[in-house]
């Protein structure tokens, strides 16, 4: 029987192809809930958005470094430069992730939120390439201008960007006790935590392009 045709797209056939991955990021979604699983979100050659009331972080540093990753077509190598935040222990407030990907019926959105009541998120070893970066910040006896490899009120560079010529030990850096952002708005091309829990988690997927800002 033919697929039944609603605004140009075949639902069926729409279903077969998003239903085994929304799946899994409903799984893995369940798990960083109860706080089960280490985390790392990113989406080869995408950016992404993410927005937080409150972003309060013990142990904090600051180096950039180069995301690379496949074209959305697959035909090529992309590089982009990225300032990674680094927390040792986090707590986010109303936290909302956001990801809109091309496919052949249209655009593709997919809204994760968490932390939007009395519980915030939490997060150990926080990673966050950043692109871009719109806040309030407050930073407790900050030092500014130490080499990325020097840096140690943070959890240190992350695992493998040395190796892997993502960034340089000797790069420009700067460090915190502590750091506390509110009225986040940033664009992103990775998040890696080495524990990440989600209370009050919420993911939907929309047709067309619904971002957290």
């Not at 029987?1 to 729409?14: I, V």
């Not at 993410?50 to 035909?75: C, H, M, N, P, W």
């Not at 909302?96 to 519980?119: D, E, I, Y």
């Not at 080499?147 to 040395?162: C, D, F, H, L």
Request: glycine share 12%; aromatic share 8%; proline share 4%.
């Amino acid at each position: 029987m033919e697929s039944q045709l609603r605004g140009g797209t075949r639902w069926k056939r729409f279903a077969v192809v998003m239903v085994p991955s929304v799946a899994a990021t409903a799984a893995i979604g369940v798990a960083l809930a109860q706080g089960a699983l280490a985390a790392s979100f990113s989406v080869s050659g995408q950016s992404f958005k993410v927005t937080a009331d409150r972003l309060e972080g013990q142990g904090f540093a600051q180096y950039g470094a180069i995301d690379s990753g496949k074209s959305l077509d697959g035909s090529k190598d992309e590089h982009h430069p990225v300032a990674v935040s680094a927390f040792r222990t986090a707590t986010i407030n109303n936290l909302c992730q956001s990801v809109v990907t091309p496919t052949p019926f249209g655009n593709v959105s997919l809204l994760l939120k968490a932390g939007g009541g009395r519980t915030p998120v939490e997060a150990e070893n926080l990673y966050i390439d950043v692109a871009d970066l719109k806040a309030d910040a407050t930073f407790k006896n900050i030092d500014i201008g130490v080499a990325a490899g020097a840096a140690s009120k943070g959890p240190g560079i992350k695992p493998g960007e040395v190796e892997q010529k993502k960034t340089s030990p000797f790069g420009f850096a700067q460090q915190a006790d502590s750091a506390t952002l509110t009225g986040v708005k940033q664009t992103a091309w990775a998040t890696t935590a080495g524990t990440f829990k989600l209370s009050g988690l919420s993911m939907s997927l929309a047709t067309g392009t619904k971002e957290c800002y």
